[in-house]
Protein backbone atom coordinates (compact mmCIF):
# COMPACT_ATOMS: atom_id res chain seq x y z
CA UNK A 1 0.00 0.00 0.00
CA UNK A 2 2.13 3.03 -1.25
CA UNK A 3 0.82 6.41 -0.91
CA UNK A 4 1.12 8.71 -3.58
CA UNK A 5 1.05 12.31 -2.91
CA UNK A 6 0.40 15.09 -6.25
CA UNK A 7 1.02 18.44 -6.01
CA UNK A 8 0.24 20.84 -8.97
CA UNK A 9 3.29 22.20 -10.22
CA UNK A 10 3.63 25.58 -9.11
CA UNK A 11 4.50 26.62 -12.91
CA UNK A 12 1.14 25.93 -13.94
CA UNK A 13 -0.61 28.62 -11.71
CA UNK A 14 2.12 31.12 -12.07
CA UNK A 15 1.51 31.10 -15.79
CA UNK A 16 -1.91 31.92 -16.05
CA UNK A 17 -1.38 34.39 -13.44
CA UNK A 18 1.87 36.42 -15.27
CA UNK A 19 -0.47 36.16 -18.49
CA UNK A 20 -3.59 37.25 -16.86
CA UNK A 21 -1.76 40.37 -14.91
CA UNK A 22 0.35 41.39 -18.38
CA UNK A 23 -2.58 41.79 -19.39
CA UNK A 24 -5.03 43.76 -17.73
CA UNK A 25 -1.22 45.87 -17.18
CA UNK A 26 -1.24 46.59 -20.57
CA UNK A 27 -4.70 46.98 -20.73
CA UNK A 28 -5.11 49.68 -18.18
CA UNK A 29 -1.89 51.23 -19.32
CA UNK A 30 -3.19 51.47 -22.90
CA UNK A 31 -6.94 53.04 -21.42
CA UNK A 32 -5.21 55.38 -19.00
CA UNK A 33 -1.98 56.71 -21.37
CA UNK A 34 -4.19 59.45 -22.93
CA UNK A 35 -5.51 60.89 -19.87
CA UNK A 36 -2.21 60.58 -17.72
CA UNK A 37 -0.37 61.79 -20.31
CA UNK A 38 2.77 59.37 -19.53
CA UNK A 39 5.91 59.55 -21.34
CA UNK A 40 7.24 56.54 -23.05
CA UNK A 41 10.19 55.67 -20.91
CA UNK A 42 7.38 55.82 -17.66
CA UNK A 43 5.59 52.88 -19.65
CA UNK A 44 8.75 50.72 -19.53
CA UNK A 45 9.79 51.20 -16.35
CA UNK A 46 6.30 50.48 -14.81
CA UNK A 47 6.26 47.25 -17.42
CA UNK A 48 10.12 46.37 -16.05
CA UNK A 49 9.10 46.67 -12.64
CA UNK A 50 5.87 44.68 -12.32
CA UNK A 51 7.73 41.98 -14.64
CA UNK A 52 10.23 41.72 -11.95
CA UNK A 53 7.73 41.75 -9.17
CA UNK A 54 6.32 38.58 -11.28
CA UNK A 55 9.49 36.69 -11.98
CA UNK A 56 10.32 37.26 -7.88
CA UNK A 57 6.55 35.92 -6.94
CA UNK A 58 7.56 33.09 -9.55
CA UNK A 59 10.24 32.12 -8.07
CA UNK A 60 9.45 32.62 -4.02
CA UNK A 61 6.79 29.89 -5.33
CA UNK A 62 9.37 27.60 -6.51
CA UNK A 63 10.83 27.85 -3.87
CA UNK A 64 8.04 26.75 -1.67
CA UNK A 65 7.16 24.50 -3.92
CA UNK A 66 10.28 22.39 -3.81
CA UNK A 67 10.50 22.29 0.16
CA UNK A 68 6.99 21.49 0.09
CA UNK A 69 8.12 18.54 -2.48
CA UNK A 70 11.22 17.63 0.09
CA UNK A 71 8.86 17.05 2.83
CA UNK A 72 6.41 15.29 0.88
CA UNK A 73 9.01 13.07 -0.21
CA UNK A 74 10.19 12.59 3.71
CA UNK A 75 7.48 11.64 4.46
CA UNK A 76 6.89 9.55 2.27
CA UNK A 77 10.13 7.66 2.80
CA UNK A 78 9.27 7.43 6.45
CA UNK A 79 5.36 6.53 5.72
CA UNK A 80 7.19 3.33 3.70
CA UNK A 81 9.48 2.36 6.69
CA UNK A 82 6.94 2.10 8.79
CA UNK A 83 4.90 0.03 6.47
CA UNK A 84 7.99 -1.95 6.28
CA UNK A 85 8.06 -2.30 9.71
CA UNK A 86 4.50 -3.23 10.16
CA UNK A 87 4.79 -6.07 7.73
CA UNK A 88 8.02 -7.48 9.58
CA UNK A 89 6.22 -7.26 12.85
CA UNK A 90 3.10 -8.85 11.82
CA UNK A 91 5.02 -11.42 9.90
CA UNK A 92 6.76 -12.27 13.43
CA UNK A 93 4.07 -12.07 15.07
CA UNK A 94 2.48 -15.11 12.98
CA UNK A 95 5.57 -17.02 12.81
CA UNK A 96 5.48 -16.81 16.87
CA UNK A 97 1.40 -17.37 16.60
CA UNK A 98 2.15 -21.13 14.72
CA UNK A 99 4.81 -21.96 17.08
CA UNK A 100 2.61 -21.17 19.79
CA UNK A 101 0.02 -23.44 18.65
CA UNK A 102 2.48 -25.74 17.44
CA UNK A 103 3.23 -26.38 20.96
CA UNK A 104 -0.34 -26.07 22.38
CA UNK A 105 -0.91 -29.40 20.13
CA UNK A 106 2.22 -30.94 21.06
CA UNK A 107 1.74 -30.31 24.65
CA UNK A 108 -1.92 -31.50 24.43
CA UNK A 109 -0.61 -34.87 22.33
CA UNK A 110 2.30 -35.11 25.19
CA UNK A 111 -0.54 -35.20 27.80
CA UNK A 112 -3.12 -37.37 26.30
CA UNK A 113 0.33 -40.28 25.93
CA UNK A 114 0.94 -39.55 29.49
CA UNK A 115 -2.66 -40.35 30.38
CA UNK A 116 -2.99 -43.29 28.23
CA UNK A 117 0.62 -44.82 29.59
CA UNK A 118 -0.26 -43.97 33.12
CA UNK A 119 -4.20 -44.85 33.06
CA UNK A 120 -3.55 -48.41 34.28
CA UNK A 121 -1.35 -46.96 37.11
CA UNK A 122 -3.03 -47.07 40.77
CA UNK A 123 -2.94 -43.35 41.99
CA UNK A 124 -0.24 -43.12 44.45
CA UNK A 125 2.00 -44.45 41.32
CA UNK A 126 0.35 -42.21 38.81
CA UNK A 127 0.85 -38.62 40.86
CA UNK A 128 3.93 -39.89 41.34
CA UNK A 129 4.79 -39.93 37.34
CA UNK A 130 3.10 -36.63 37.15
CA UNK A 131 5.43 -35.06 39.82
CA UNK A 132 8.48 -36.46 37.98
CA UNK A 133 7.42 -35.40 34.39
CA UNK A 134 6.44 -31.59 36.06
CA UNK A 135 9.78 -31.58 37.74
CA UNK A 136 11.50 -32.99 34.97
CA UNK A 137 9.59 -29.91 32.29
CA UNK A 138 10.67 -27.43 35.51
CA UNK A 139 14.51 -28.03 35.28
CA UNK A 140 14.29 -28.32 31.00
CA UNK A 141 12.69 -24.59 31.31
CA UNK A 142 15.08 -23.52 33.61
CA UNK A 143 18.45 -24.92 31.50
CA UNK A 144 16.27 -22.95 28.75
CA UNK A 145 16.08 -19.97 30.88
CA UNK A 146 20.01 -20.16 31.70
CA UNK A 147 19.21 -20.28 35.79
CA UNK A 148 20.97 -24.09 35.59
CA UNK A 149 24.09 -25.41 33.80
CA UNK A 150 23.22 -28.59 33.31
CA UNK A 151 20.39 -30.94 34.78
CA UNK A 152 22.39 -33.91 36.09
CA UNK A 153 23.59 -31.48 38.94
CA UNK A 154 19.78 -31.30 40.35
CA UNK A 155 19.22 -34.88 40.29
Not at 68 to 94: A, M
Request: aromatic fraction near 12%; glycine fraction near 4%.
Amino acid sequence: MKTTVRLLPPHTASIFTFFIAVGSILSLMHEFTPYLNWGENSKSIFFLWFSCLLVVLYINRLKEYASLKKKVDELTGKLESVERNRDGLIQQYNRSNKKIKSMKIYNSLLWSEIERYTSSFPDKEKSEVYRRILLEDRVSEAIQDGKIQSSKNNR
